[in-house]
T-cell receptor
C-alpha cells in the first residue's frame, strides 16, 4: 500500500509568515510522529499522536509550533510567525502500534522548509 | 548527556568488505528499543534493524546485523559485503519511555569501488 506522504515537498516562506505542513500516514497506523532535521541539531522529536490520547508535545521548541490530527488520520503541523532558525526538513512518521516487537516507524519524504 | 552517541562522523569501506558503525546509548529505562535507519542522499529514512532490550540474541536482517552489548550499552551496526548502494547516512535511534525516537548524530558511510 501507499507509504507516508507529506506536502508540500518544498516550502519557501518569508520570515514572520505562518506555514502549514501536512502529513498523510499509512492507512491503519494509529501513531503519528513529527520530527525535524536540521544541520545544527540533527533529528529532533517534535510531537507524537497516539489514537485518541492527548498528544505528547514535549519536543515542540516554542509556542509558535502546534499540530493537530483530524479523524485519527491526517496531521497538520503549523508554524506561526516563522523565523530563520525554523528552516529545516520536517519529517512525519507513522507506526501501527499493533503490539509488535519493534513497531518501527515509517517515515515520509519530508517537507523542506526555507525561511528567508 | 547525549542519549545516543555515534562517534564516527564518516566512514569509508571497500566494496564487498564488512563495516561496523558504532552506537552507544544511555538510558535508565529497563525496557527500550534500539533502531538503525538509513538515509540515502534522496532523503527518505529507511528502517534497517531493531533490537529490544530484553532480546537474548543479536538481531539480523539480511546483510545487516546488530552487535548488542547490553552491559556496555552499545548497539553497533554491522554491514556485511558492502555494496555501492550502501553509501548513505546511518542513524542509530532509541525508543524509551513511550514511542518517540531519540536519534544520534549519524554516520556518513561511503563505499568505494
Amino acid at each position: 500500500g501507499a507509504g507516508v506522504s507529506q506536502s508540500p515537498s518544498n516550502k519557501v516562506t518569508e520570515k514572520g509568515k505562518d506555514v502549514e505542513l501536512r502529513c498523510d500516514p499509512i492507512s491503519g497506523h494509529t501513531a503519528l510522529y513529527w520530527y525535524r532535521q536540521s544541520l545544527g541539531q540533527g533529528l529532533e522529536f517534535l510531537i507524537y499522536f497516539q489514537g485518541n490520547s492527548a498528544p505528547d508535545k514535549s519536543g515542540l521548541p516554542s509556542d509558535r509550533f502546534s499540530a493537530e490530527r483530524t479523524g485519527g488520520s491526517v496531521s497538520t503541523l503549523t508554524i506561526q510567525r516563522t523565523q530563520q532558525e525554523d528552516s529545516a526538513v520536517y519529517l512525519c512518521a507513522s507506526s501501527a502500534l499493533a503490539g509488535g516487537r519493534s513497531d518501527e516507524q515509517y517515515f515520509g519524504p519530508g517537507t523542506r522548509l526555507t525561511v528567508t | 548527556a547525549q542519549k545516543i552517541t555515534q562517534t564516527q562522523p564518516g566512514m569509508f569501506v571497500q566494496e564487498k568488505e564488512a563495516v561496523t558503525l558504532d552506537c552507544t546509548y544511555d538510558t535508565s529505562d529497563p525496557s527500550y528499543g534500539l533502531f538503525w535507519y538509513k538515509q540515502p542522499s534522496s532523503g527518505e529514512m529507511i528502517f534497517l534493524i531493531y533490537q529490544g532490550s530484553y532480546d537474548q540474541q543479536n538481531a539480523t536482517e539480511g546483510r545487516y546485523s546488530l552487535n548488542f552489548q547490553k552491559a556496555r550499552k552499545s548497539a553497533n551496526l554491522v554491514i556485511s559485503a558492502s555494496q555501492l548502494g550502501d553509501s548513505a547516512m546511518y542513524f542509530c535511534a532509541m525508543r524509551e519511555y513511550g514511542n518517540k525516537l531519540v536519534f544520534g548524530a549519524g554516520t556518513i558511510l561511503r563505499v568505494k569501488s
